[in-house]
Nanobody
Framework: QVQLVESGGDSVQAGGSLRLSCAAS????????MAWFRQPPGKEREGVAA????????LYVDSVKGRFTISQDNAKNTVYLQMNSLAPEDTAMYYC?????????????????WGQGTQVTVSS
């Protein structure tokens, strides 16, 4: 079992920045990928960014490339999402996920563990 706790969500104005954190605990040795997803109100959950925890490779959805950066601190078992140049369309509940079992890096259905989410609201 792996437990994930997100933090860092807040309300900001367009153009601002936030850094989300996802702290993992439990059997983290089995974790291969960690990823950030988001779900705007009334919409489906979408993959934002993922990282291979051993080799450091990353993948981003096109809409955040050049603005968001996923990174990890293995000593702290924590993954971060640095979000710059935020826009109102980035408003969503952001979730951390780990342990990809199947599918692509940004496919929500393939991840085994999920956090409770942290809210990001961007006003224009």
């Amino acid at each position: 079992q792996v437990q994930l706790v997100e933090s860092g969500g807040d309300s900001v104005q367009a153009g601002g920045s936030l850094r989300l954190s996802c702290a993992a605990s439990g059997n983290t040795r089995s974790t291969n990928f960690m990823a950030w997803f988001r779900q705007p109100p009334g919409k489906e959950r979408e993959g934002v960014a993922a990282i291979h925890t051993r080799f450091g490779g990353t993948l981003y959805v096109d809409s955040v490339k050049g603005r968001f950066t996923i990174s990890q601190d293995n000593a702290k078992n924590t993954v971060y999402l640095q979000m710059n140049s935020l826009a109102p369309e980035d408003t969503a509940m952001y979730y951390c996920a780990s342990d990809l079992r199947s599918g692509s890096w940004l496919s929500p259905g393939g991840y085994n563990y999920w956090g409770q989410g942290t809210q990001v609201t961007v006003s224009s």
